[in-house]
């Protein structure tokens, strides 16, 4: 429990119907009895003004109280539920601090919470993706591990890991005896169930990743291809200008949709080419510059010209690359996609929009989501990237095992899969990690 209290608007900024100031810590209850004018009975809404110093009111509404630890953050917590304008709202919480609150920072009525053991770390992390969820299937993903989805995973391959650890490090205390056949191919086969267990999770938390984070997707290729119009038709509006003039593009334009339910970031760019034109030239910098950071590049050329060999040496043998075989009603009937040159092909129209939906389905598809089921779960790269550092541990323990290098070696590197592990749910943290994950959190979560 920590001595100080904390006080902050916990709803959006802008005016509303309704605004709620939160207040946590120790003085909470005080502050509630101030403010109110009377003394809560915890957990039941009170309709109630909201009282100034002077006794005048600042405005008037619902006051509940939670008594710790049954709340949010394990400690007292008292809510003012009033009118949503910003000025009322920045009254009561000057009130609160006048009272003895201090301004909460970004995140820490979450970080209380998990601090106080209410949430795991995954589960304070899903509550400001759930916030910032774009899609109906992101949120779903994002409850999903709220409720302790991805946690459940993650407690369920350290529990593995513990009993695998605990065999082998039973082993120790008899250095002078061999591990048995019987025992030795025991602990292959649970360490090999692990990895594998431990690969799903990967898998899983990598598609979780992509429908939090979303597909960026980078729009590219000669001038006039047919570049612009294809952002048009992905986004169902007129998005960029489109002209028979070549070069009409300069500037990156960036536009959001959502493919069922994926989060796709839409970026079309100059035409490539060479140019002594001033502006041009920064426009196709910026292009080229986008490519580096694209998920997916939609290369575009113009079916009645043709791809050149010029422009086919310069795309390099890249799974992010797609080629987009644009203007296809002025020549052939548009062909299903196909593998050219060693790219995925997809013919496309933009002007009929023939094609449109075979590109949607490729472009989800590369995405990794498909079959996603009602385990799946919100990801973070920081979670990916502590499976990854878990998994390549248990290799390590693997090739330890089966080279005969020691009990003693196997159990350091299973150690160290677990740390990682740790990392993921906040079993094992550092106060720099809970800074860094906490301070994107709104002010008031």
């Not at 000025?87 to 920072?105: K, M, Q, T």
């Not at 061999?178 to 990967?202: C, G, K, P, Y």
């Not at 996603?372 to 990854?388: N, Q, T, Y």
Request: proline residues 4%; aromatic residues 4%; glycine residues 10%.
């Amino acid at each position: 429990m920590t001595a100080d209290t904390i006080a902050a608007i916990a709803t959006a900024p802008g005016v509303g119907g309704v605004g709620v100031v939160r207040v946590s810590g120790p003085a909470a209850r005080a502050i509630a009895h101030a403010v109110t004018g009377r003394a809560l009975r915890p957990r039941l809404a009170s309709f109630c003004g909201f009282l100034a110093r002077t006794g005048q009111p600042i405005d008037e509404g619902i006051a509940l109280f939670f008594p710790g630890p049954r709340s949010f953050t394990g400690e007292d917590v008292l809510e003012l539920q009033g009118h949503g304008g910003p000025v009322v709202l920045d009254l009561l919480v000057s009130r609160c601090l006048e009272l003895g609150a201090r301004p909460a920072r970004p995140g820490e009525f979450s970080e209380r919470a998990f601090l106080n053991g209410k949430l795991d770390l995954t589960q304070a992390e899903a509550i400001a993706d759930l916030v910032e969820s774009t899609t109906s299937l992101s949120a779903r993903l994002a409850i999903r591990s709220l409720q302790g989805a991805f946690s459940t995973r993650i407690r369920t391959l350290v529990d593995d890991l513990v009993r695998l650890r605990t065999g082998i490090e039973a082993t120790l205390d008899f250095p002078e005896e061999d591990i048995d056949d019987h025992l030795s191919h025991d602990l292959r086969e649970r360490l090999n169930a692990l990895i594998a267990a431990t690969d799903q999770v990967l898998f899983e938390a990598h598609q979780g990743e992509r429908i939090r984070d979303g597909l960026r997707v980078v729009i590219a290729g000669r001038p006039n291809s047919g570049k612009s119009s294809l952002l048009n038709v992905l986004v169902q509006q007129d998005a960029a200008i489109v002209t028979p003039v070549a070069g009409t593009t300069r500037d990156l334009l960036r536009y959001d949709m959502e493919i069922e339910g994926l989060p796709v970031t839409v970026i079309d760019t100059a035409g490539i080419r060479e140019t002594h034109e001033l502006v041009e030239q920064e426009g196709v910098r910026r292009a080229r510059e986008q490519l580096g950071k694209a998920d997916q590049i939609l290369w575009v050329y113009d079916a009645s010209l043709g791809l050149d060999s010029e422009e086919l040496g310069g795309l390099h043998q890249d799974a992010r690359v797609t080629l987009i075989r644009n203007k296809s009603d002025l020549v052939t009937p548009t062909p299903a996609p196909q593998n050219t040159h060693g790219f995925t092909e997809i013919s496309i129209s933009a002007l009929t929009g023939a094609g449109i939906d075979d590109l949607r389905r490729h472009l989800r598809a590369t995405a990794g989501v498909e079959g996603l089921g009602e385990g799946s779960f919100v990801a973070r790269r920081r979670h990916l990237d502590a499976l990854r550092r878990g998994l390549a541990a248990l290799h390590s323990s693997k090739v330890s095992f089966d080279t005969g290098l020691g009990p003693e070696v196997v159990a350091l590197e299973l150690r160290d899969a677990q740390q990682a592990f740790g990392e993921i749910t906040g079993a094992v943290t550092s106060d720099d990690l809970l800074g860094e994950i906490f301070s994107t959190f709104c002010i008031g979560k």
